[in-house]
């Protein structure tokens, strides 16, 4: 780093080895015990301090309750603790020697589900939690699905409260078998089931002594242990120009002609040398060198974000999509997209527009096609809907003022993901998934 | 897959801060970011130098100054700004107060901490800034922890946590109207320990209050508060001598130390790593108000 600064990456070690990241939703209502297994997991792992204790359990007792309440310690809100239930996704750290997780505790019910959506747009993993007495009802189908078109790559159904149903097989069995037969019609990268009691701890933490029949992993060893890296797009490369760096330094020669192309890789691997392609010019360079603060790194790939120096003066600013000449994405202005709306104020129709953000670029949209609505409970599809309302979804197609550079969302989260903003009151009003763009 | 694509969670989670100040950079017209010369605050401004580096950070720092800071966290305050040759806007309590835009507290628990949102305001109307950096933590409290990153504003500066953005992937609304501002937290997924963490990685400059000390305290309320003008003792206060640390820096009137023998980095984090109390439970007697003291006072927008 420049002499201005005390601090400074030391270049020999600029990535820490050993422990990494993961991000998993948690889905389910405060009756399937969402709570109680989340206080567990942190609690186990040492990550609830004495103070945030003591203070649920002084709530607990003034409200009359005759157990300390761990779902105090997640709704946060005072209408949250005013209602019992969750309104919007409370985010929680809890760390082992392996790994550093964020729980987004997400909200169950139906009419929050655009902050379910929020939680699980950017977890690695879903656990979507199932009462043992009741079996899969229509909240847990409609959390498999939303989780399953969020594309959260990884899927744990926990069974909860076995220790209500006398630890049985049986029913552990029947309850794998019927979310089997519904997840066929999903497409589920990776399914796990493990049956648990979050208020005992069977299975939770380690394994229970209770469920002999049971020869799988506990749910933090299998969060600790399931492989994540590469569920990240290492293909495909994809670079949306983020912010063009150029430090303007009259008196410095060697800043003078810098002009630096800053962002968050979204797919694939980039190395100087590396021929790479601008859109929308479609002009191929070379990357020249790729900063992280000044200090050169020798490649860059999904999630680092870098300053490209490239080795022609192309004119290239934010909202441009850097990538390979033979692997590129679609310049689209028309989209097919799975679209969840989420404005209480207005329905989407035919012919409905708003504001389209799609990585870093911005542009204005007109749906041209409401091909069906899905109902989130059952799948069924209606192909007669005319009308999306407050957290209902459907398949759309979109006609854009400018193209966009994405990709499939099936193939790339992040170029194929949009937001939808409503021209007058700047609400984000939906979020959409590309299919198909062309 | 090879094994060098790996990144840590310090790699993840400043590239992740790094995305989130260029996209401020990049689409707000008067940002600015809030500096008080704490941990959090000196994390995000060296995220900020790398994010635009080699260029200068395009944005001023504020400090809103309840003039009762720890001298060593001004003199650093000071130091750092300097060392950057970034603009520092002090917005001052005690102006607000001399104007009688907002009335001093009084009693045994008098705080600044609450005009601290007045003064705060009216620096964001004066300068038209339409997004502040804040350093707060998803971890520090439970309000937080239901927070956006970027997080809206109304023209009053209020948060209603009850009806927030939706916000997906990393793609962020920055729409606002006249008036309107949001708050940005690019650290919203640290803690604590991340933190510290980090600051051994970077070798992060810190004020010295942070590293063991011996310290003129008296004990109030369970605080080890530190000797200081404006806070007047009680006969049964008395003053004593420790050797204490500052786990987080606020005012003097109401942050307590912890006592403790760690003189480094490395040595607070061990101490931070094993402690079973939080540090807003542990040194803020703001916190202690209420179960919803910082819902409360983040809805009338405090920091």
Not at chain 1, 66 to 90: C, P, S
Not at chain 1, 276 to 283: A, I, R, T
Not at chain 2, 179 to 197: C, K, M, Q, Y
């Amino acid at each position: 780093m420049g002499s201005a600064s005390s601090g400074g990456t030391n270049p020999q070690t600029p990535r820490t080895p050993r422990m990494d990241m993961m991000r998993f939703a948690t889905a389910g209502s405060v009756d399937d015990g969402k709570s109680t297994l989340i206080g567990r997991l942190l609690y186990d792992s040492k990550s609830i301090f004495t103070d945030q204790l003591e203070a649920v359990e002084r709530t607990s007792r003034d409200r009359g309750e005759d157990y300390t309440n761990l779902a105090l310690l997640t709704d946060g809100l005072r209408a949250e603790r005013e209602q019992g239930i969750t309104i919007d996704v409370a985010y929680r750290y809890f760390a082992t020697p392996r790994r550093k997780f964020i729980i987004a505790d997400t909200p169950g019910h139906i009419q929050y589900t655009r902050n379910m959506i929020t939680g699980a747009s950017t977890a690695d993993l879903a656990v979507v939690l199932v009462d043992a007495r009741n079996g899969l009802t229509e909240q847990s189908r409609r959390h498999a699905f939303l989780t399953t078109l969020l594309r959260v790559p990884h899927m744990v159904l926990a069974v909860n409260k076995m220790d209500l149903v006398d630890y049985k097989a049986e029913v552990f069995e029947r309850i794998c078998e019927e979310f089997s037969a519904f997840a066929a019609r999903l497409d589920i990268g990776d399914l796990t089931f493990i049956p648990i009691s979050a208020l005992h701890g069977d299975n939770v933490v380690d394994r229970s002594a209770n469920m002999p029949w049971y020869d799988g992993p506990s749910l933090l060893h299998h969060l600790e242990h399931v492989h994540i890296a590469s569920d990240r797009n290492m293909i495909d490369v994809r670079f949306p120009v983020q912010y063009v760096i150029r430090p303007h330094a009259a008196t410095d020669a060697e800043l003078h002609d810098y002009r630096g192309y800053a962002g968050q890789v979204a797919g694939g691997v980039l190395k100087p040398g590396d021929e790479v392609m601008h859109l929308p010019s479609g002009f191929t360079t070379h990357v020249r060198r790729i900063e992280s603060s000044g200090i050169e790194v020798p490649e860059a790939f999904s999630p680092m974000s870098v300053t490209l120096l490239l080795d022609d003066d192309v004119d290239i600013s934010r909202g441009d999509m850097i990538c390979r000449p033979h692997n590129r994405p679609a310049a689209a202005q028309d989209i097919e997209a799975m679209l969840c709306w989420m404005s209480s104020d207005a329905v989407l129709t035919r012919r409905s527009r708003f504001i389209v953000k799609h990585t870093s670029r911005t542009v204005k949209a007109i749906v041209t096609d409401l091909h069906y609505r899905i109902d989130v409970n059952t799948l069924h599809r209606d192909e007669a809907a005319t009308q999306l309302s407050l957290n209902e979804v459907g398949r759309v197609r979109l006609r854009l003022t400018q193209p966009i550079f994405g990709d499939p969302y099936s193939r790339n989260r992040i170029t194929g993901g949009l937001i939808l903003i409503d021209e007058s009151t700047n609400a984000t009003i939906g979020a959409a998934m590309i299919t198909e763009a062309s | 897959m090879r094994p060098d694509y790996h990144l840590s969670q310090l790699d993840v989670l400043e590239a992740e801060a790094i995305h989130i100040m260029r996209e401020v950079g990049a689409e707000f017209e008067r940002p600015v970011l809030l500096f008080s010369g704490g941990k959090d605050s000196i994390v995000m401004l060296a995220l900020a130098e790398k994010a635009f580096w080699p260029a200068r950070i395009p944005f001023p720092v504020m400090h809103v100054d309840t003039g009762h800071n720890f001298p060593e966290v001004i003199e650093f305050r000071d130091r750092r700004v300097a060392e950057l040759s970034i603009r520092l806007i002090v917005a001052s309590v005690q102006e607000s107060i001399d104007a009688g835009r907002v009335a001093e507290e009084t009693g045994r628990h008098a705080s600044r901490n609450r005009l601290q949102t007045v003064t705060l305001l009216d620096a964001i109307e004066e300068h038209r800034f339409d997004a502040l950096f804040g350093g707060a933590r998803r971890d520090e409290e439970k309000a937080r922890a239901k927070e956006r990153v970027f997080s809206f504003r109304d023209e009053f500066g209020q948060w209603d946590p009850k009806n927030q953005r939706p916000e997906l992937w990393n793609v962020y609304n920055t729409r606002l109207r006249r008036g309107e501002h949001i708050r940005v937290f690019p650290l919203s997924n640290w803690t604590e320990l991340d933190v510290w963490a980090y600051i051994e990685r970077e070798k992060l400059d810190i004020p010295s209050i942070y590293y063991a000390h011996d310290r003129q305290v008296f004990e109030r309320d369970g605080l080890l508060l530190a000797d200081n003008p404006h806070v007047p003792r009680a006969e049964d206060e008395p003053l004593f001598t420790a050797t204490v640390r500052y786990r987080t820096v606020g005012d003097m009137t109401g942050t307590g130390a912890v006592s403790s023998a760690a003189r480094t980095v490395a040595e607070v984090i061990v101490e931070v790593a094993a402690t079973r109390i939080t540090e807003r439970g542990q040194t803020r007697g703001d916190d202690r108000v209420s179960e919803a003291a910082m819902e409360d006072r983040k809805r009338e927008g405090y920091f």
